[in-house]
């Protein structure tokens, strides 16, 4: 993102500012006006309001392909339909007595119907008839998935016969609910049998008229971007392009954006894409700084074409008969392309792996038992091991000599993988001046959320350790911001001093991490840790003081399974030692470890 001067830029937000004011107003005084228009007067009773029925062939009750239109603003009298407003729209309720014989006429009809089919069903009589009976069912609620199936049997087996009309009357359900599972459900089914695809503007004008409707309705937006993988994504993009354009609070168009440039195929942006993108999104943030939908795509964008995860540790031991291998990110072994394979001495290790933090889901460190060895001490043999990963057959190496009790083969750590490892801009620069740009918008929206996380991770991924006050600050005026999300900034918070802390004890010059293998004791107590999620598998550490850390519920030291000679831990003056179910949830966790509670 090019960085304008900082006069210039501050120019630029307090205009954008002026404009979301202005904007502000203009909406609650038209608010104002829809309140005074709708509330309650003395007179004469109106008659209520009759809603137009949909008919099959129309896309909604205006006519074939008209856009759904509500019953527009109404003075409103007393005895009148009450009024109900969801998502900005006005509903008009039918009074009690009228809406109660208008569901009790819809549900003789609606049972009479389903009798009738379920019994022509069981006689095997799928016709023109139960075809016509699915059509009344479904015409008044698409949502009976039943005579969805039934009309799909009843159908002629010549597609040719009925697949105009079947997406004709598939629209009209549509306009009674354009968020049908089982209308678009229906929808796709037809259009699979289609013996020529129909006309692409025509399925694309149906999900415009839709999304004019409704701009979150992500049946149509799925259904355009099936659209838009055969033809070509820059009219896609343009489309979104311009929904962003009349409002940047469209987080489906935002979505929809990512999602075309994240098409298959597709690596890492080119600078001149990255560059657009991102002067979009500045755009956005300087427009509205509280809005989350720019800064979600913002970062969403920075994590494109991230780096694949990597074996960065292996660790024998010869008294517990395990290997761990350790990954640079979350993984998970098993079958197909992410299969694990160790060859002892050329021979293949058929021992399955279990994960270090016990449970079967994505994780850091995989362990798996040895063999027994067949010669005691001192005759131990020289043991090879040879570890290899489908997504990076490249093969990793280490030697236990018959003297060791432990041997292991480690790779750098880039800082940034402990705290945003799925960052794939890898220019320094792009980082830098982006955050630059959120340091120059907290001027203006101190309190802006969206750009206080962004500025956390970015400064993270840069330099974690020149950057650790601000980082520290930033987090704390992110909990003032937002208290209601308290819980999940303390988690980053607790992660963030975790692996400040282990960047202390083992940065080289170079700036790379090496973990300090040779760490037994390790004291991060009194440091407002709340959770040991990423946290590094130290395979020497034998003894972690965590006292005086909000520590709340178990779950959070899950990591610590990972951590093979691991004895005692000490949680005094923690929240979870208070805890009455603490010790049994504990020793369930970490079987081989001594809790100490106080």
């Known amino acids: 993102m090019h960085r304008a001067a900082g006069a210039d830029r501050k120019r630029f937000a307090l205009t954008r500012a002026g404009r979301r004011r202005g904007r502000g107003g203009n909406m609650a005084a038209a608010r104002c006006l829809a309140v005074s228009q709708h509330a309650p007067r003395h007179g004469p009773q109106a008659p209520p309001l009759s809603r137009p029925q949909p008919r099959a062939g129309s896309l909604l009750p205006g006519g074939p392909g008209s856009p759904r239109r509500r019953p527009g603003p109404a003075p409103a009298r007393a005895g009148a339909p009450r009024a ?91 306009g009674v609910n354009p968020k049908s599972y089982g209308a678009w459900h229906h929808r796709g089914w037809v259009l699979r049998r289609a013996p020529a695809p129909p006309p692409a503007p025509a399925e694309r004008a149906l999900c415009d008229r839709l999304l004019a409707a409704d701009p979150r309705n992500f049946h149509a937006w799925e259904h355009r971007r099936a659209l838009a993988a055969e033809e070509d994504p820059e009219a896609e993009l343009a489309f979104a392009g311009a929904l962003l354009s009349r409002d940047f609070s469209n987080f489906s168009a935002w979505h929809h954006r990512g999602r ?60 517990d008969a395990t290997m761990a291998v350790t990954f640079s990110r979350p993984v998970v072994v098993g079958a197909g ?38 010669a005691p001490p001192p005759a131990r043999p020289c043991l090879h091991f040879q570890v290899t990963w489908g997504p990076d057959p490249a093969p990793r190496e280490v030697t236990l000599l018959p003297d060791d009790d432990e041997a292991w083969w480690q790779e750098p750590i880039a800082a940034r993988e402990l705290f945003w490892p799925e960052v794939g801009v890898a220019e320094a620069a792009v980082l830098l001046a982006q955050a630059q740009t959120c340091r120059e918008l907290l001027e203006l929206e101190p309190r802006s959320r969206g750009c206080l996380l962004t500025l956390v991770l970015l400064l993270s991924a840069l330099d974690p350790l020149a950057h650790e006050d601000e980082t520290r600050r930033c987090l704390r005026d992110l909990q003032e911001a937002d208290p209601l999300r308290s819980g999940f900034v303390a988690d980053v918070a607790s992660r963030a001093e975790a692996a400040l802390g282990v960047l202390r004890m083992g940065a080289g010059p170079d700036g790379a991490l090496r973990v300090c293998l040779a760490r037994k004791v390790l004291d991060v107590s009194h440091n407002e840790i709340t ?58 966790l970490l079987p081989r470890v001594d809790v100490a509670l106080a």
């Open 84 to 174: 109900a407003a969801m998502h900005g729209r006005l509903k008009i309720r039918a009074p009690d007595a009228a809406r109660r014989r208008q569901r009790e006429e819809k549900l003789r009809l609606y049972r009479s119907a389903m009798a009738t089919l379920l019994e022509k069903r069981a006689r095997g009589e799928l016709d023109a008839e139960a075809l016509a009976l699915t059509g009344a069912v479904l015409a008044t609620n698409p949502d009976v998935g039943t005579c969805w199936n039934l009309r799909r049997c009843a159908l002629p087996p010549d597609p040719a016969d009925w697949v105009p009309a079947e997406l004709s009357f598939v629209g009209g359900c549509l």
């Open 531 to 588: 959770t040991l999620e990423g946290f590094p598998p130290l395979p020497r550490l034998e003894e972690l003081r965590l006292d005086g850390n909000p520590i709340s519920h178990a779950p959070a030291l899950a990591s610590l399974a990972a951590c093979p000679r691991l004895a005692r831990l000490r949680l005094a003056g923690t929240p979870l030692a208070a805890a009455p179910e603490a010790a049994a949830h504990l020793a369930q």
């Open 260 to 319: 075309l440039l994240a098409a298959p195929g597709h690596g890492a942006l080119p600078p001149h894409r990255l560059q657009a993108e991102l002067e979009l999104v500045q755009n956005a943030v300087f427009t509205d700084p509280n809005d989350q939908s720019a800064w979600v795509y913002l970062r969403c964008i920075l994590s494109r074409a991230s780096p694949p995860p990597r074996i960065i540790c292996l660790y024998v031991n010869r008294e």
């Open 337 to 374: 392309d992410s299969v694990l394979m160790v060859t002892l001495d050329g021979s293949a290790l058929g021992g399955p792996w279990r994960s270090g933090e016990g449970r079967p889901r994505p994780s850091h460190t995989w362990l798996c038992d040895l063999p027994p060895e067949p």
